[in-house]
């Protein structure tokens, strides 16, 4: 079982151990993901009405997708939803249907979110 985060900042080995352990039960895992946003992230997050809880919920269950450009996509994924399903229920999830196709791009480090959005398909 991966321990919690004690500082502020996030560290690649916690989050690491946390990714590892992200299909355990959300109380016995806790984090808070990137701490940093750029100025563009939360322009963006508002505008397209992602709330932070969403942003949250894509670090602890948001599947990893290098760019290729220095930064790592957290999106969810089959697996992912199934995971959040497991330990939410299924009616909290299916409310958040519309915010499902949400992504955010981090630092390959994962200490700063570059910027958030939805999947148009």
């Known amino acids: 079982m991966a321990r919690p985060v004690e500082s502020t900042t996030q ?54 997708q290098y760019d ?10 089959r697996h992912s939803i199934r995971c959040m399903e497991r330990d939410m229920g299924r009616k909290p999830v299916s409310r958040f249907a519309e915010w499902l196709r949400a992504y955010k791009v981090v630092t390959t480090s994962f200490e700063c979110t570059i910027t958030t959005g939805k999947h148009f398909a």
């Open 11 to 64: 560290t690649t080995n916690g989050l690491a151990s946390f990714r590892k352990a992200r299909c355990q039960s959300a109380w016995q895992v806790w984090t808070s993901g990137p701490t940093v946003k750029t100025d563009h992230a939360l322009k963006r997050a508002q505008q397209r009405g992602i709330p932070p809880l969403i942003d949250e919920l894509l670090d602890r269950y948001g599947r990893e």
């Open 68 to 77: 290729g450009h220095g930064g790592v996509i957290l999106f969810f994924d």
